[in-house]
C-alpha cells in the first residue's frame, strides 16, 4: 500500500517537476527563437562565434567567482584582481621590456596580491567575506587611481604580437581566448566537481563547523581558493589588456555583477542548488545571448542589465519553485 | 473533569512517498501532562506539525474544548492558546533575554515599548515559574543552553493565555539540575489547569511527569496509558517497539590494555583545570558533569576545538600538539560531537559523502575522486551499521537523529581510529538505534580502540563504561569504577551533594526499569 502511494505521489511530482527543472533550457530556446526571428543574422555563425568570444573573459571571471561561492562566500574584489592581472603585465612590458610571459606571469603573480589580502582579512581577522572583499575593492580602486594619477589608462602600442595574441590570434582556428577559458573552465570543472579538493570545498562552504570537525583543513583550503581565485580572474585581465593594447583602470567591475549573477543562475540550476562549473559555464553563455541579442536588435545598453535582473530573478523563483515541487 | 481539551482523530498525513500519520488520534485533559512517545519517524514531529499548523492533515480531525478547529494556521492555533516549546531554540543571540521573551508580543506603554515594564514582568516569571535568576539584561548568546530553554518557556508562557503547552524534547540539551527546574515549572503549570503534551525520549521522564502516555509507531497510536508507575517503562518501550526489548546495554567483552591516551595538568584557563586522565586501549571511560562543569569545554579541548592554556596530552607515549581539528583526525582521534546537526554531520551532503569526508585520499587516485569505490565504501559501512534508508544518495538532513549519529560514527570507522571521543552519543536519538549505537561502541572497544564516552545520562554512563570521572566546576572531582555504582550515587556526586552527603538528586537515565 505504502508502494501505491509513493508511486502516484511520484507520478504528480514528475508531471510538475518536469516543465520546471527544464524551465530555463526552455527560457533559452525562447530567446534563441526571438532573437533569430528579430534578426536572422544572429543564428550566423560568425555571430555565434562572436557570443562565444565575448563570453570567454566573463566566464573566466565567473569561474573565480564560482570557486568563492563554493567556499561559502562571495569575493567583490574578482575586477580588482583582473585590474591587477592587466596593469601588473602592462607596465612590466612597459617600463621594464620583460618577454610576454614573463610579463603574463608577473599579472598573475599581481592579481594573487588581491587573493592574498582577502585571504588575511577571511581567515586571519576573521573578517565576513563579502565585507573583506569590500575592503579590498575599495583599497584596490583606490590604489589604482594613484598609480594612474586619476585612472587614466597606460597604453602600450608596441606590446608584443605573442601577448597581443592572447586576445587576438587563434589555436587552429579558434579564437585563442575561447581556447584559454576553455581551458581554465575545464580545470576547475575537473577540480571543483571531480576531486576530492572540490568536495571539500563544497563541504566547508556548505557547513563550516562540521567540515572542521570532520578533519578538513579549513583554513588552508580557504586561503588556496582566495589565492586561486584571483589568480584566474587576473588571467582575464591579461586578455582584456592584450586586447585593447593598454591597461584601463576599474575596468574589472564591469564584470563583477554579471559574475555574481552567473554562479548564481548555474547554482539554482544545480539539482542541489549548489554553485557548479557547468551551471556557471552556461549562465555566461546565456547571460551573452542576451547582450548580443540586443545588442543586434539595436536596443539601448541599459536594456540589457533590466533583462539581465529579470532573468535572475526569474531562475531563482523558478529553483525555488523546483525545489518545492520535490 | 470535563471533556478533553485537545482531541485530534484520525489524522491521515501522507508525503511523497511515506505516510507518516496512518489514522493517528490523541486525547489530552485538562491539568494533564500526556506524555507523547514512539520510535523516530513514528509520526511525534509531524502530528505536532500537524497541530502547529504547519503541515496541513490529508484527513482527521481536531478539537480544541469540543470545538472543532477547521482553518488550523499558526496564527489561529496560537490565539486559541496552543503554545509550542520547539527542540530547536529559535532565539535571536544578540538580543537581550527580555527582547527574546517579548519578541512578536512587545508591551506597549503611553510613550511606545514599555522596557521597564516588560523587564519588570520577564524577571517576575522567571523567579516565581521557573524560579531562577537568569538576569534579564543578558544576551541569549551569552547564556547556557539550559538558560536559553528557560527562556524560551517563559516566551511561550509569560501573556498567561496558554490553554495547551506542547514540549517537545525539553531537556534534551539540558544537565540534571536544569531538569529539575524544568519540571518544577511543569508542574506548576499543571497546577493551574493547563493541559500539556510532553514529546520526550527519555522514558524516565515520562514516567516521572506524565499522567498519561500516548504511544505511537508508524503513524498511528498503537497504546495509551492510564496509570503511570515507574514500571511502566518496560511495557511503553514494548508498544513502541512492537517487539520485546532486549538488554538496553552490551554484554561486555572489551578488556583494557596499556595506556593509549594520557593528558597532565590540562587547563584551559577558564574552564576547566588540571585535568589528569588516562584511556587505555580497549576501555570506554565515561565524563560525567553538569552543563557549566567544563566537561564540553575539556572533550572541545582533547579535540583541537579549544586551545589548552597548559598541560600536555600524550598519544601513544608521544606528545600529541593539537591546534585544530585536522591534528587529531591525522593521529587516529576522531571525535563524535553533541551538536550532531551542527558539527557533525554536512546536513545537505548525501550518506556517500558523509561517510567518506574525512577520508576521501583513499577512494580517490592522483586526487581524481574514484565514486564507484567511494559508493561501494559507504554501501558497507550502510549495511555494517544498518542506517536507514539504506541508499547512499540519502540527504544528511532528512534522516533520523539515530541515522545521522550512525553516519559520523561510519566516517571514524571508515578512517580506523584508534580515539573516540563521543560526546552525547545518543541525545535524541530513539531506543531502538541507543541499543545499536552502544553495541557499535562496545564492538570498538573490544578491537583495542580507546573510548571516551562524555554524557548527561548517568544510566548510559554506568552502563556503558569502564570508569567514570566526574566533573564539578573544571575540575574531576572524582574517579570511580562502574562495578556496582548506582544512578543515584553518580547523580550525587555531579550535582555535589556526595560531597556533603549521600543524598541523591534525582536520577534520570534511558534504563528500561
Known sequence: MADSVAGSEQATGTRWTLPVRYGFLVLIAAFVVFFATMNPVFLHGGNLMNIVEGSAILLIVALGMT????????????????????????????????????????GIAGGSLVGLLNAGLVVGLKVSPFLATLGTFFIGSSVQRIFTNGGGPISHRRMPQEYRDLAVGDIFGIPTEVVIAGVICLIYFVVLERSIIGRRVHALGMQRSAANVAGLKVNRYLIACFIVASMTCAVGGLIASANIRMFTPLSGFAYLLDAIAAVFIGAALHPRGRPNVPGTLVAVLFLSVVTNGLNLMGLNFNTKDALSGIILVSVLALAVAQRKLR | MAGPVLQMRDIVKTFPGVRALDGASISVSEGEIHGLVGENGAGKSTVIKVLAGVYGADSGSVTLDGQPLTAITPANVHDAGIRFIHQDLHLVPHFTVTESVFMGQEVAGRFGLSKRQMRNMAERFFREVLDIEIGCGRLIRDLTTAERKLVQIARALIDDKARLVVFDEPTAPLAIGEIEKVFAAIRRLKAQGIAMIYVSHYLSEITEICDRVTVFRNGKDVAVFDKISDDSAEDIIKAMVGRELGQLYPNRTHAAGEPLLSVRGLSDGNRFFDVDLTLRRGEILGIAGLIGSGREELVDTLYGLRKAKSGTIEL????????????????????????????????????????NLASLEEVSKLGWEMRGAARKRAEKLIGDLDIRPTNPDAIGQTLSGGNQQKVVLGRWLAIDARVFILDEPTAGVDVG??????????????????????????????????????????????????????IDQLVAMTTGAADFSTAGGTARSAHAG
Not at chain 1, 562566500?73 to 617600463?95: Q, R
Open chain 1, 67 to 106: 570557486l568563492i561561492v563554493s567556499t561559502g562566500g562571495i569575493d567583490l574584489s574578482v575586477g580588482i584582481a583582473l585590474d591587477f592581472g592587466a596593469a601588473f603585465a602592462v607596465v612590466a612590458m612597459k617600463e621594464f621590456g620583460v618577454d610576454w610571459y614573463t610579463a603574463a606571469l608577473i
Open chain 2, 433 to 486: 538505534a541507543k541499543v545499536e549505537i552502544y553495541q557499535l561502541i562496545e564492538d570498538l572497544a573490544a578491537k583495542g580502540a580507546g573510548i571516551v564516552v562524555s554524557s548527561s545520562d548517568p544510566g548510559e554512563l554506568i552502563g556503558l563504561c569502564d570508569r567514570i570521572l566526574v566533573m564539578m566546576r573544571g575540575r574531576i572531582n572524582h574517579e570511580i569504577g562502574t562495578q556496582g555504582l548506582s
Open chain 2, 316 to 355: 601513544a607515549d608521544l606528545p600529541l600538539k593539537l591546534s585544530k581539528p585536522a591534528d587529531a583526525v591525522g593521529k587516529g582521534v576522531v571525535l563524535v560531537p553533541r551538536d550532531r546537526r551542527g558539527d557533525g554531520l554536512v546536513l545537505a551532503m548525501n550518506v556517500m559523502e558523509n561517510i
